[in-house]
């Protein structure tokens, strides 16, 4: 996992029960499928290089395809996309479209430098995997993101955060911005990304989901 925190992680003593109650009170995700109740980032001041360091990371539209360095590197992923596709099946049932899904997140939380469970996670309790989902605080798709970050670093077209991976890239900068900010504290981090910074439902619900996407193979 990326960065050092110790407030509510996995192993910390916090129950299954403890982390499902979390995840629901956090989110709603699995109360009411038309809507999703996740709190939203916070406009705040930024200096205009992390505006352009921001934009940028937003602009380069590498597309999500995997390179590997080694065959077992290649070997390894493949073991990864088959576990993480039979976890899925549940919640995206064609297979194609969860194929595609599960190979951009993967690309893009390593473009970003962060763990591709955690924001497994994240997508849980922000969205239940839903493409289309969208807040009472009108935070949209899959990874929840404010429509204002189209404006701050985006083109200003809030309707592209319903594209994947337009969403999924937003959502990885925007929490590796916050990342950096907190100075690697991710339970921080994750309050920010939820507007609920300090606060530990969120974050918790986060680490609790992110134990089903844990890979070990």
Not at 39 to 63: C, H, K, W, Y
Not at 75 to 91: K, N, T, V
Not at 127 to 142: I, T
Not at 199 to 208: C, E, H, K, S
Request: glycine residues 12%; positive net charge.
């Amino acid at each position: 996992m990326t960065g050092a925190v110790s407030r509510g992680r996995p192993g910390g003593g916090l129950s299954r029960r403890t982390c499902l109650a979390a995840s629901v009170g956090a989110a709603g995700v699995w109360l009411a499928p038309g809507v999703a109740h996740a709190g939203g980032q916070l406009e705040e001041p930024m200096a205009d290089s992390v505006r352009t360091a921001l934009s940028s990371a937003i602009a380069n539209s590498a597309p999500p395809v995997p390179t590997f360095a080694t065959t077992e590197a290649h070997l390894s992923y493949l073991r990864w996309l088959g576990a993480m596709s039979e976890r899925l099946q549940s919640r995206k049932p064609d297979f194609n479209t969860r194929i595609e899904f599960l190979q951009t997140v993967w690309y893009e939380t390593r473009r970003a430098g962060l763990d591709t469970s955690l924001m497994m996670g994240l997508i849980q309790v922000e969205s239940a995997f839903r493409k289309f989902a969208v807040s009472n605080v009108g935070a949209r798709g899959y990874t929840q993101v404010m429509p204002f970050w189209t404006r701050v670093i985006g083109d200003g077209d809030p309707g592209k955060l319903f594209h994947m991976q337009t969403n999924l890239r937003f959502g990885c900068v925007i929490l590796r911005h916050y990342l950096d900010r907190e100075r690697g504290d991710l339970f921080m981090a994750l309050g920010r990304y939820n507007g609920s910074r300090g606060r530990d439902p969120y974050p918790n619900a986060v680490f609790g989901a992110q134990r089903r996407w844990v890979f070990t193979g």
